[in-house]
């Protein structure tokens, strides 16, 4: 296998790759998609993916069925062996002992392989729907993480979706309940069918109670949602960004920030609670109206000699019966919805459209030469700041050109629309000809290797963070491309050499040493065409001419822009383009421009001043 570090770049050969070159998951991932309908209510948007269930669900909603029925069947037998054998003293209770054990086993051995086939369900369920969110979020163009925080993101694929799962799963097997009641209700009437109809008479004031629930419940169920997201939001910034927060002894501010977030959650789950209070005790107190009316009436009958003693017992028993699924109501009630307030947030994602999309007969960018040209290209953020103006830029294949302008003037700007990870507001961006949005999005980016001047790393082994992009390279190759970044002396200096293990974000290495690690993995991914933005801000003079030194024989067969402000730096380039105001106001080479543009010489005398243009 040729080293990917030779002189031939690679082309996107649009395979599939494990990104962090571990063992591939079992997981065959979701089968289903959530419906695009979103006419529809939440939960049939949700069935899909609950129907590549179907086979454990069926079987647990069966066989829960099918336990019920047992435990519907005892009080019937009971009450005749109570009227027959032990009123009348007739026969033996030995059979009818050994009937209800057997009937209570199997009860038993149904309900307990139910629940195994529930949590089976609902478990899988669950991971699907976190990989479907996931599988959005990556499909997602840059814009959408430029307004969304990442704490609102956590807590929709966390809490959000163990509301939706628990409530799709286990709301069948209430239901299942309730048609239990039905049947128990059948027998009631059997026994005594006036005296079921008292029973019942409270009723329809459980369904006004319920749906009065189901209005108040939901506003709360969002709220209440929606601030543990802003908790979640909070914390992922302390910890993120906790290194600024210990710069400016902000300690106590953050822990105050986090105290209030958590009293406005206090406050949402109070007012849950207040309303749990208030109506809870309708749904669980009601059926035992009812219960005091058949033992009135009930008792009078049996004193009358219309019911027999063990009809009395087995009406109670199934009156009671009745009672558990209406004292499930008003959790239902809540569950329900809790998980359409999360599922509407859920969807709030899903119905995301990324705004960088290949068009239908998008081609793959094959056998990448690397002349680019930006023409009259126009980019506005969707803040509506406009970034570039008209920018106009042609660079030849092969060519190292620097980038320099003040702050602000749109050099990280140029390198994004070149990933295209933002389409051009006008104009167009063409590599060898082709028009980046008529290409498709992986061979483009197979072709063109950005280096950020913030990189991100992480938490593996530095081997594995080299080989992001090329999990299956060998160890060699690893090694010869940090040679080239200028990083295997102080990678081989640390306990475990290449399988050392960095913290999160790589916070256990210098500023210089991530952006290293960060240059080593593009250029291992060996792209005929290399961004380096800033890359070596906080690398020290010295190293970094080191790592230019390496770089120049690999620059020399693939076309570079280097976003520059030192000198250094610039020295790579056979050209300069000097930015203003979102266009090209100068081109040359770095001595033409130093003798005869002043702007360019004011920019590169501040860069020397304070660091940064």
Request: net charge negative; with cysteine; aromatic share 8%.
């Amino acid at each position: 296998m040729p080293s990917p570090l030779t002189d031939s770049p690679r082309s996107g050969d649009g395979g599939e790759s494990n990104p962090l070159g571990g063992v591939r998951s079992s997981y065959p991932g979701p089968r289903a998609q959530i419906s695009r309908d979103r006419s529809l209510s939440w939960w049939r948007r949700v069935l899909p993916v609950i129907r590549t269930h179907q086979t454990t669900f069926v079987a647990a909603i069966v066989l829960s069925f099918v336990s019920l029925v047992f435990q519907v069947l005892v009080p019937n037998m009971l009450s005749g062996d109570i009227d027959n054998t032990l009123g009348r003293h007739v026969g033996s209770l030995r059979n009818a002992v050994l009937a209800i054990i057997v009937v209570g086993l199997l009860a038993g051995v149904s309900g307990t392989i139910s629940r195994q086939f529930v949590y089976t369900t609902a478990y899988n369920f669950e991971t699907d729907l976190r990989a479907l969110i996931y599988e959005h979020l990556t499909w997602l163009s840059f814009s959408f993480y430029d307004r969304v925080q990442s704490g609102q993101l956590i807590s929709r694929a966390n809490s959000d979706i163990r509301s939706v799962q628990m409530y799709a799963t286990f709301a069948p097997l209430i239901l299942v309940q309730c048609s239990i009641g039905i049947i128990a209700f059948a027998f009631m009437l059997h026994i005594d069918w006036l005296l079921a109809l008292v029973a019942m008479t409270v009723m329809p004031i459980l369904y006004f109670v319920g749906v009065k629930m189901r209005q108040v419940m939901f506003p709360i169920s969002w709220i209440t949602q929606a601030r543990l997201a802003d908790v979640a939001t909070i914390v992922d910034e302390n910890v993120n960004g906790v290194r600024v927060v210990k710069s400016f002894a902000q300690e106590e501010a953050e822990i105050n920030r986090l105290a209030d977030a958590a009293e406005r959650v206090a406050w949402a789950y109070i007012k849950d609670a207040n309303i749990r209070a208030t109506w809870s005790p309708w749904v669980q107190n009601l059926p035992q109206l009812g219960l005091g009316l058949v033992l009135f009436f009930g008792g009078w009958m049996v004193i009358d000699g219309r019911l027999g003693i063990g009809q009395i017992l087995a009406f109670n028993a199934y009156l009671l019966m009745l009672q558990a699924p209406f004292m499930m109501l008003g959790q239902l009630v809540m569950m329900g919805q809790r998980a359409r307030a999360s599922a509407e947030r859920i969807f709030e994602i899903l119905d995301e459209n990324p705004d960088v999309v290949e068009r239908p007969g998008a081609y793959d960018l094959a056998e990448v030469s690397g002349a680019i040209d930006f023409n009259h290209v126009r980019f506005v953020y969707d803040n509506g700041a406009e970034i570039l103006r008209d920018f106009d830029a042609h660079i030849a294949s092969g060519e190292t050109v620097a980038i320099v302008g003040r702050t602000g003037s749109g050099k990280s700007t140029i390198a994004r629309l070149l990933s295209r990870f933002y389409d051009v507001s006008g104009g167009s961006v063409t590599i060898d000809g082709h028009d980046l949005v008529d290409v498709t999005l992986r061979s483009l980016r197979d072709n063109v290797g950005v280096v950020l001047d913030e990189p991100f790393l992480f938490s593996v082994s530095i081997r594995e963070n080299i080989a992001y992009g090329v999990p299956d390279a060998t160890l060699d190759a690893v090694e010869t491309a940090a040679r080239a970044a200028n990083a295997h002396e102080f990678i081989s200096q640390l306990p475990e050499g290449y399988d050392t293990v960095i913290g999160e974000r790589g916070y256990t290495l210098s500023g210089g040493q991530r952006q290293r690690i960060a240059i080593a993995r593009t250029l291992l991914v060996n792209p005929p065409i290399l961004v380096l933005d800033d890359a070596t801000s906080a690398v020290d003079v010295h190293v970094e001419t080191g790592i230019y030194d390496a770089l120049r024989a690999l620059l020399k067969t693939r076309t570079t822009i280097v976003i520059a402000h030192r000198l250094s730096t610039i020295a790579l380039a056979s050209r300069v383009l000097l930015l203003d105001e979102g266009r090209v106001v100068a081109s040359g080479s770095h001595e033409e421009l130093l003798a005869n543009v002043p702007l360019y010489s004011e920019i590169l005398a501040q860069a020397t001043t304070t660091g940064r243009p």
